[in-house]
């Protein structure tokens, strides 16, 4: 598979050892945390939390020292929430070939100091 040419990573990072288990593959749960929230922060301008996941799956393990490319996009702009579909690739350093290493959608809300929903900005 090849990722998406047109698009930029929103991270991409080396999966270090720290971010692993014991089998030295990452966490599940530290791969998708490397999602959607720097795109809806930076859309925002506000903390944006995340509210719900949907249609998460792992495709293919993400071992220590792979290079992880994360993208993604808007699907949905509401008052104050912002849905984002990710897809995580995965590449061996040493090897050119990509896989397709985890997809899902995320709905985060922008959040103010108090924790309180803030409007949004509408998409361009």
């Known amino acids: 598979m090849i990722e998406p040419a047109r698009k930029i990573p929103a991270i991409r990072t080396i999966v270090m050892p720290t971010e692993g288990n014991p ?44 290079e992880l490319s994360v993208y993604a996009e808007f699907s949905k702009i509401g008052r104050s929430s912002m849905t984002v579909q990710v897809n995580a690739f995965r590449r061996d350093r040493h090897e050119d070939e990509v896989t397709e290493a985890a997809s899902g959608v995320y709905t985060f809300v922008a959040v103010d100091q108090d924790g309180k929903p803030v409007q949004v900005p509408a998409l361009d």
């Open 23 to 66: 089998y030295g593959v990452a966490f599940g749960g530290w791969l998708m945390a490397q999602a959607g929230g720097a795109l809806a922060a930076q859309h925002s301008q506000h903390q944006s939390v995340v509210v719900g996941a949907n249609d998460v799956r792992f495709g293919h393990p993400v071992e220590i020292g792979d």
